[in-house]
């Protein structure tokens, strides 16, 4: 499964975003996710999501002045 | 308000039991021992005189403990007691209940009810006091010719590889014990794991709950379990409401994690609270305490000669009710066991299946309190927002209910994986009876006595009500689980009424008990062919525990032997 149309989708969440400050968004995402994992509802493929968010994770700030320092 | 004085049956005071006269002059011998009368240590005390093992059981208090304690006693818990013959008396004092309901602030997010099937002697759930449990089991014991060493308090021991000499106090001067086996079922102040210096595994967790029995003088409560998230008369925090016998009420109220137990349990404090929750003050305060939640385990149940059974072999939050129900289903798991090893009717390695089995259904229940735990008390901000909005949602939306995590209540250990299983060969309808699973229960009529009471049917009438009707007794020998026992049975379906089967089969020291459909029982229901999924030469093997040890669509003599033999360690 693949997006039918991501530009759309990404435009829509976008403008679904735009209005909300940083805790209403964080809210937002947080339903979203949850109504998105019970359409997946299998637990393999929700686990996988979880794995590739967390590897997808830029650098902070912090962790890059870490290792430089080391 | 003042707190009430507690009722007088929990505050009797026992006798303090005299040393024996034998003691005074050399260490006193005893098969096994048990530390501690509580509900764990006197359901094993039971069990294991039932099964002709003497016991010596010490108990250094001289009465029941503080307040109502473990209150939810589950169905397995209740089919253990009545194997034992303690149920009756609990079901007759204790509050049937099957519906709960979970809050959202103002809102009712969803009520379940538990609806056990029709057909089952024991209900879902009773809510009794523990006080109450322990009575009944004390009176069972005492009918057994037995009792408890009231004010007999285990200072020390000295373990060996042939046993364990014990140390014990009392009023009247020290003695000691020369036993084969200590069971220690002390709880979370146990002086066998102290003197053992073994350490729990496991997380404390920072919240603090306030807990109270209040005996609530007029109410519109339902005998339901009712939970709140953030409810408006304890914002921000978690409550629970449940009824127990008595007309008293268990409070449970989450506190904030920096609350100072002190504070927190002064009277007037708690009155205002439970004013505030009730709407009116037209009740009496007999018990608070303020706890923490706990997930801990030994390591090892099994240390050489002394073993460990409930609390004080591990802890789990209340939530889920497991902390009681998992203690005493420790105590089922272990006493055929150690009674055949005492007999010498298994080898000592035996008992290490006792650990397996028991470890593994701690760490189901330790899995299930710590994700309770997590989502009613969310460790950072961040969770806690997800955790809000995962209620806003199950406000609105039935397919966000199953996040909602109130505590989930305690379900009997299936010991799938168990060495002592023989894993199942032939195709069956029913997987809750994979081997390893506990035996379900069906009502039957016994074919010996033809003149005996008519068995309750399983109609309409939940198994809570005909438990509470008055036919108890009437019905006692119409259930399939009280014919089983507590020893080894091979359920049989005969291929043919007129097959010749015998009554007992020998496998090695053990003798098997034949139970055949139509021959020892009528299946008058016809629910034990349709839950076992029974068709002709089917046969399931039951451990004392009831467990199920093995099933075959069609046994024989030497599959029956192999599989009673892995059983008891042989194999």
Redesign the interface.
Known sequence: MSFEDADAFYATLVHALEPLDK?EA??FL??LA??LA?EIGRHEVLQAALEEAAAARPPRQEDSAERSSS | MPLRAESSEQNHCFAAAPIPESARIEPERAPVVIAGAGLVGLTLAVDLVLQGIPVVVLEKRDRFGEGSRSICQAKRTLEIWDRLGAAEAMLKRGVTWKVGRVFHREQLLYSFDLLPESGHKMPAFINLQQFHVEAALIERLQALGASVRWCHELKQLAASAAGVLLEVETPAGSYQIDTEWLVDCEGVRSCARRALNLRFEGEIFADKFLICDVKIHRTDFPTERWFWFEPPFHAGQTALLHRQADDVWRIDLQLTRDADPEVERDPARVTERITRMLGHSDFSIEWVSVYAFQCRTLERYVHGRVIFAGDSAHQVSPFGARGGNGGVQDADNLSWKLARVVSGRAPPALLESYHSERKAATLENILNSTRSTNFMSPRTEVTRILRDEALALAGRHSFARPLVNPGRLSVPAHLTASQLITPDRDSWSTGRLAPGSPAIDAPIRLSSAPGSPAVDAPGRRGPAQSAHNGTGAASDDGWLLRLLGNRFVLLVQPESTDAKLPRNFEAGAESVAILAVGRDFEDCGGLVKQRYDLTPGAAYLFRPDQHVAARWRVGSEELVRQAVNRCLGLL
């Open positions: 805790d964080f809210r947080c339903r949850l109504i019970n």
